[in-house]
Nanobody
């Protein structure tokens, strides 16, 4: 199983970016998915999460500016980031709880991270 994150880049404050995370490999189900971010020297923090049924939750710092969504048919997770601020600068990681056998348990997998830099 691989999670491939993409869409990061350098933008100015107030602009938007859309991150994608494509899941590939032998998959028998994907449960909760989420985006996390980490600055050097800081702990990784949850940005937003979405259940298999589409329920979402967000960190207070991004609520109202970021939107998490998923396309179950494409096994892909998205993060639409609007009104970006310099404090949103970080490496963004995607995560998913995935079952790789028909009767197995869900296990957490991580993507490789994509850099988002917001200049003031």
């Amino acid at each position: 199983v691989q999670l491939q994150a993409s869409g990061g880049g350098l933008v100015q404050a107030g602009e938007s970016l859309r991150l994608s995370c494509a899941v590939s490999g032998t998959i028998f189900g994907i449960n909760d998915m989420g985006w996390y971010r980490q600055d050097p020297g800081k702990q990784r923090e949850l940005v937003g999460a979405i259940t298999s049924g589409g329920s979402t939750n967000y960190a207070d710092s991004v609520r109202g500016r970021f939107t998490i969504s998923r396309d179950n048919a494409k096994s892909t997770l998205y993060l639409q980031m609007d009104s970006l601020k310099p404090e949103d600068t970080a490496v963004y990681y995607c995560s998913a709880a995935i079952r790789t056998t028909a009767w197995g348990t869900f296990r957490n997998y991580w993507g490789q991270g994509t850099q988002v830099t917001v200049s003031s």
